[in-house]
T-cell receptor, first 117, second 108 residues
Framework: NAGVTQTPKFQVLKTGQSMTLQCAQD?????MSWYRQDPGMGLRLIHY???????DQGEVPNGYNVSRSTTEDFPLRLLSAAPSQTSVYFC????????????????FGPGTRLTVT | GQQVMQIPQYQHVQEGEDFTTYCNSS?????IQWYKQRPGGHPVFLIQ?????EVKKQKRLTFQFGEAKKNSSLHITATQTTDVGTYFC????????FGTGTRLTIIP
Protein backbone atom coordinates (compact mmCIF):
# COMPACT_ATOMS: atom_id res chain seq x y z
CA ASN A 1 0.00 0.00 0.00
CA ALA A 2 1.19 3.49 -0.86
CA GLY A 3 -0.99 4.94 1.91
CA VAL A 4 -1.88 8.61 1.40
CA THR A 5 -0.16 10.37 -1.49
CA GLN A 6 -0.11 14.09 -2.26
CA THR A 7 1.03 16.00 -5.30
CA PRO A 8 2.81 18.28 -5.84
CA LYS A 9 5.32 18.42 -2.96
CA PHE A 10 6.12 22.07 -3.60
CA GLN A 11 4.26 24.78 -5.49
CA VAL A 12 4.73 28.50 -6.03
CA LEU A 13 1.75 30.51 -7.24
CA LYS A 14 1.15 34.14 -8.03
CA THR A 15 -1.71 35.97 -6.41
CA GLY A 16 -4.95 35.29 -8.28
CA GLN A 17 -3.86 32.01 -9.84
CA SER A 18 -5.86 28.85 -9.25
CA MET A 19 -4.65 25.32 -8.76
CA THR A 20 -5.62 21.90 -7.44
CA LEU A 21 -3.75 19.97 -4.78
CA GLN A 22 -4.15 16.25 -5.32
CA CYS A 23 -4.72 13.65 -2.61
CA ALA A 24 -5.25 9.93 -3.04
CA GLN A 25 -5.41 6.96 -0.68
CA ASP A 26 -5.43 3.25 -1.38
CA UNK A 27 -6.72 2.00 1.97
CA UNK A 28 -10.42 2.20 1.08
CA UNK A 29 -10.95 4.81 3.80
CA UNK A 30 -14.30 6.50 3.93
CA UNK A 31 -13.12 9.61 5.75
CA MET A 32 -10.75 12.10 4.11
CA SER A 33 -9.78 15.59 5.14
CA TRP A 34 -7.55 18.55 4.35
CA TYR A 35 -5.57 20.53 6.91
CA ARG A 36 -3.33 23.55 6.66
CA GLN A 37 -0.42 24.02 9.02
CA ASP A 38 0.99 27.42 9.85
CA PRO A 39 3.68 28.21 12.46
CA GLY A 40 2.17 28.42 15.94
CA MET A 41 -1.32 27.56 14.67
CA GLY A 42 -1.21 23.79 14.69
CA LEU A 43 -3.32 21.89 12.18
CA ARG A 44 -6.52 23.56 11.06
CA LEU A 45 -9.23 21.64 9.23
CA ILE A 46 -10.25 23.07 5.85
CA HIS A 47 -12.77 20.55 4.46
CA TYR A 48 -13.62 16.94 5.08
CA UNK A 49 -15.60 14.11 3.52
CA UNK A 50 -17.27 11.06 5.02
CA UNK A 51 -17.70 9.30 1.68
CA UNK A 52 -18.01 9.73 -2.06
CA UNK A 53 -20.36 12.57 -2.91
CA UNK A 54 -20.36 13.99 0.65
CA UNK A 55 -18.26 16.94 1.77
CA ASP A 56 -18.46 19.49 4.56
CA GLN A 57 -16.63 22.56 5.78
CA GLY A 58 -14.07 22.61 8.53
CA GLU A 59 -12.65 25.46 10.55
CA VAL A 60 -11.09 27.50 7.68
CA PRO A 61 -12.93 26.72 4.40
CA ASN A 62 -12.91 30.15 2.75
CA GLY A 63 -11.01 30.26 -0.53
CA TYR A 64 -11.01 26.48 -0.97
CA ASN A 65 -13.28 23.99 -2.73
CA VAL A 66 -13.36 20.21 -2.56
CA SER A 67 -15.18 17.36 -4.23
CA ARG A 68 -15.25 13.61 -3.63
CA SER A 69 -16.25 11.73 -6.75
CA THR A 70 -14.48 8.50 -5.73
CA THR A 71 -13.48 6.89 -2.44
CA GLU A 72 -9.81 7.18 -3.34
CA ASP A 73 -9.45 10.83 -4.37
CA PHE A 74 -10.07 14.10 -2.55
CA PRO A 75 -8.65 17.10 -4.44
CA LEU A 76 -8.43 20.57 -2.89
CA ARG A 77 -8.94 23.54 -5.20
CA LEU A 78 -7.65 27.03 -4.55
CA LEU A 79 -9.95 29.33 -6.49
CA SER A 80 -7.89 32.54 -6.51
CA ALA A 81 -4.66 32.20 -4.54
CA ALA A 82 -3.80 34.82 -1.92
CA PRO A 83 -0.58 35.29 0.10
CA SER A 84 -2.56 34.30 3.23
CA GLN A 85 -2.85 30.82 1.74
CA THR A 86 0.91 30.30 1.95
CA SER A 87 1.11 27.21 4.14
CA VAL A 88 1.83 23.50 4.32
CA TYR A 89 -1.21 21.44 3.32
CA PHE A 90 -1.81 17.93 4.61
CA CYS A 91 -4.36 15.43 3.45
CA UNK A 92 -5.44 12.72 5.89
CA UNK A 93 -7.72 9.70 5.82
CA UNK A 94 -9.19 7.16 8.18
CA UNK A 95 -11.71 4.44 8.33
CA UNK A 96 -15.13 5.38 9.61
CA UNK A 97 -17.48 2.57 10.47
CA UNK A 98 -20.40 3.33 12.74
CA UNK A 99 -18.51 4.95 15.60
CA UNK A 100 -17.18 7.84 13.55
CA UNK A 101 -13.69 8.88 12.41
CA UNK A 102 -12.65 10.28 15.76
CA UNK A 103 -12.05 6.78 17.08
CA UNK A 104 -9.65 5.82 14.35
CA UNK A 105 -6.06 6.63 13.50
CA UNK A 106 -5.62 9.41 10.97
CA UNK A 107 -3.12 8.62 8.21
CA PHE A 108 -1.43 11.70 6.81
CA GLY A 109 0.12 12.32 3.44
CA PRO A 110 3.61 13.87 3.15
CA GLY A 111 2.25 17.38 2.59
CA THR A 112 2.37 20.09 -0.06
CA ARG A 113 4.32 23.25 0.68
CA LEU A 114 2.57 26.13 -1.07
CA THR A 115 3.92 29.64 -1.46
CA VAL A 116 1.78 32.44 -2.90
CA THR A 117 3.63 35.57 -3.96
CA GLY B 1 -17.54 26.04 21.17
CA GLN B 2 -15.11 23.38 22.16
CA GLN B 3 -11.65 24.70 22.96
CA VAL B 4 -8.48 22.73 23.51
CA MET B 5 -5.39 24.33 24.95
CA GLN B 6 -2.06 22.58 24.56
CA ILE B 7 0.82 23.69 26.77
CA PRO B 8 3.61 24.52 26.64
CA GLN B 9 4.01 25.76 23.08
CA TYR B 10 7.77 25.13 23.17
CA GLN B 11 10.01 23.07 25.42
CA HIS B 12 13.80 22.88 25.35
CA VAL B 13 15.38 20.15 27.45
CA GLN B 14 18.78 18.65 27.99
CA GLU B 15 19.11 15.13 26.68
CA GLY B 16 18.15 12.76 29.48
CA GLU B 17 15.70 15.13 31.12
CA ASP B 18 11.98 14.43 31.25
CA PHE B 19 9.34 16.20 29.17
CA THR B 20 5.59 16.65 29.60
CA THR B 21 2.93 18.25 27.40
CA TYR B 22 -0.67 18.83 28.38
CA CYS B 23 -3.99 19.17 26.58
CA ASN B 24 -6.86 20.82 28.41
CA SER B 25 -10.42 20.97 27.11
CA SER B 26 -13.33 23.17 28.11
CA UNK B 27 -15.72 20.26 27.58
CA UNK B 28 -15.72 16.53 28.23
CA UNK B 29 -13.98 14.57 25.48
CA UNK B 30 -15.13 11.26 24.03
CA UNK B 31 -11.54 10.26 23.35
CA ILE B 32 -8.17 11.80 22.66
CA GLN B 33 -5.38 10.88 20.31
CA TRP B 34 -1.72 11.88 20.31
CA TYR B 35 0.44 12.44 17.24
CA LYS B 36 4.11 13.19 16.66
CA GLN B 37 5.47 15.24 13.80
CA ARG B 38 9.19 15.17 13.12
CA PRO B 39 10.74 18.33 11.65
CA GLY B 40 9.85 18.47 7.94
CA GLY B 41 7.57 15.45 8.25
CA HIS B 42 3.90 14.70 8.64
CA PRO B 43 1.95 13.83 11.79
CA VAL B 44 2.09 10.19 12.81
CA PHE B 45 -0.38 8.54 15.16
CA LEU B 46 1.01 7.50 18.56
CA ILE B 47 -1.94 6.38 20.67
CA GLN B 48 -5.61 6.78 21.56
CA UNK B 49 -7.15 7.10 25.01
CA UNK B 50 -10.85 6.46 25.55
CA UNK B 51 -11.55 5.61 29.20
CA UNK B 52 -11.66 7.97 32.16
CA UNK B 53 -8.35 7.82 34.07
CA GLU B 54 -6.74 5.64 31.41
CA VAL B 55 -2.94 5.35 31.42
CA LYS B 56 -0.99 3.79 28.55
CA LYS B 57 2.74 3.34 28.11
CA GLN B 58 4.94 2.99 25.07
CA LYS B 59 8.51 2.43 26.22
CA ARG B 60 9.58 5.83 27.62
CA LEU B 61 6.27 7.51 26.76
CA THR B 62 3.37 7.61 29.22
CA PHE B 63 -0.06 8.86 28.16
CA GLN B 64 -2.80 9.76 30.61
CA PHE B 65 -6.48 10.68 30.26
CA GLY B 66 -7.97 12.66 33.13
CA GLU B 67 -10.72 11.31 35.36
CA ALA B 68 -13.16 13.92 34.05
CA LYS B 69 -12.01 13.31 30.45
CA LYS B 70 -11.21 17.00 30.05
CA ASN B 71 -7.43 16.80 30.05
CA SER B 72 -4.63 14.56 28.90
CA SER B 73 -0.87 14.45 29.20
CA LEU B 74 2.08 12.93 27.42
CA HIS B 75 5.21 12.36 29.49
CA ILE B 76 8.58 11.30 28.09
CA THR B 77 11.15 9.90 30.52
CA ALA B 78 14.85 10.48 29.84
CA THR B 79 14.51 12.21 26.48
CA GLN B 80 16.66 11.19 23.54
CA THR B 81 17.49 13.08 20.35
CA THR B 82 15.01 10.87 18.50
CA ASP B 83 12.20 12.46 20.54
CA VAL B 84 12.65 15.81 18.77
CA GLY B 85 9.49 17.03 17.06
CA THR B 86 6.08 18.51 17.68
CA TYR B 87 3.51 16.60 19.69
CA PHE B 88 -0.17 17.18 19.00
CA CYS B 89 -3.29 16.07 20.78
CA UNK B 90 -6.44 15.53 18.73
CA UNK B 91 -9.86 15.18 20.21
CA UNK B 92 -13.01 13.64 18.99
CA UNK B 93 -16.02 14.60 16.88
CA UNK B 94 -16.36 14.62 13.13
CA UNK B 95 -14.25 17.74 12.74
CA UNK B 96 -11.25 16.16 14.49
CA UNK B 97 -9.72 19.29 15.99
CA PHE B 98 -6.02 19.30 16.79
CA GLY B 99 -4.31 21.14 19.59
CA THR B 100 -1.71 23.76 18.69
CA GLY B 101 1.13 21.38 19.49
CA THR B 102 4.20 21.39 21.74
CA ARG B 103 7.51 21.66 19.96
CA LEU B 104 10.25 19.71 21.73
CA THR B 105 13.90 20.48 21.10
CA ILE B 106 16.74 18.63 22.81
CA ILE B 107 20.15 19.94 23.73
CA PRO B 108 22.67 17.10 23.38
Amino acid sequence: NAGVTQTPKFQVLKTGQSMTLQCAQDMNHEYMSWYRQDPGMGLRLIHYSVGAGITDQGEVPNGYNVSRSTTEDFPLRLLSAAPSQTSVYFCASSTLFHTGPDYYEQYFGPGTRLTVT
Amino acid sequence: GQQVMQIPQYQHVQEGEDFTTYCNSSTTLSNIQWYKQRPGGHPVFLIQLVKSGEVKKQKRLTFQFGEAKKNSSLHITATQTTDVGTYFCRFGNEKLTFGTGTRLTIIP
